[in-house]
């Protein structure tokens, strides 16, 4: 499956924006799909997650409570809606798609797990 980010940009801390990520290839509902992101010298890191129904979604503690991932599967798209930004989630964030649930979602916060990912999306939270 194909994965299009969109929707990154510059904000101010404190502030929101909404990340979509399109995948028009077929059984989009088959796939657990993931935000990660990675830092200038960091190394990728999981934000969330969301099961193929959408029932269940998994985060990072860094954006628990400010973050929110959910999907719509009759349009093949999910999003990450960021709220009360803040400087260190200035990252190129990333989406992935993992074909089948696995063994358990603990697998969801690996980017081992996932099968397909996206561009990337650069995300710039100014002080």
């Known amino acids: 499956v194909q994965l299009q980010a969109s929707g990154g940009g510059l904000v101010q801390a404190g502030g929101s924006l909404r990340l979509t990520c399109a995948a028009p290839g077929r059984a989009f509902n088959n796939y657990v799909m993931g935000w990660f992101r990675q830092a200038p010298g960091k190394e990728r890191e999981f934000v969330a997650a969301?099961?193929?129904?959408?029932?269940?979604?998994f985060y990072a503690e860094s954006v628990k409570g400010r973050f929110t991932i959910s999907r719509d599967n009759d349009k093949k798209t999910v999003y990450l809606q960021m709220s009360a930004t803040e400087v260190e989630d200035t990252a190129t964030y990333y989406c992935?798609?993992?074909?089948?649930?696995?063994?358990?979602?603990?697998?969801?916060?690996?980017?081992?797990?996932?099968?397909?990912w996206g561009q990337g999306t650069q995300v710039t939270v100014s002080s």
């Open positions: 969301i099961d193929r129904s959408g029932g269940n979604t």
């Open positions: 992935a798609g993992r074909l089948g649930p696995g063994a358990s979602s603990s697998i969801y916060y690996s980017a081992e797990a996932y099968d397909y």
